[in-house]
Nanobody, 118 residues
Framework: DVQLVESGGGSVQAGGSLRLSCVMS????????EGWVRQVSGKEREVVAA???????TYANSVKGRFTISKDNAKNTLFLDMNDLKPEDTAMYYC?????????????WGQGTQVTVS
């Protein structure tokens, strides 16, 4: 089983930065991907960034050049560094993980952390 616990959300002014963290336990047996998904009420969820251990990360066009996904393997913690934040980045952000072939609909989610940009 996979368990995910996020932290690091909050309120920030446009142009500011935030770092989200996700402590992860467990993994799937086959090719395993991890990433961040955001959700705005009434809108379709968006995969912001995702990565597999053996490959480069992928990003949504809306965040390229501003967001960076990374992982500390020793601490099994996934990060999302968000720079030059914009009001349209306001959303609930979820850490997610599952076999790579399940994306963009992974089966394991954290509880979410709210990011508000004004």
């Amino acid at each position: 089983d996979v368990q995910l616990v996020e932290s690091g959300g909050g309120s920030v002014q446009a142009g500011g930065s935030l770092r989200l963290s996700c402590v992860m336990s467990g993994r799937t047996d086959s090719r395993h991907c991890e990433g961040w998904v955001r959700q705005v009420s009434g809108k379709e969820r968006e995969v912001v960034a995702a990565m597999e251990n053996t490959g480069p990360p992928t990003y949504a066009n809306s965040v390229k050049g501003r967001f960076t996904i990374s992982k500390d393997n020793a601490k099994n913690t996934l990060f999302l560094d968000m720079n030059d934040l914009k009001p349209e980045d306001t959303a609930m952000y979820y850490c997610a993980a599952d076999r790579c072939d399940t994306w963009p609909y992974p089966g394991y989610w954290g509880q979410g952390t709210q990011v508000t940009v004004s």
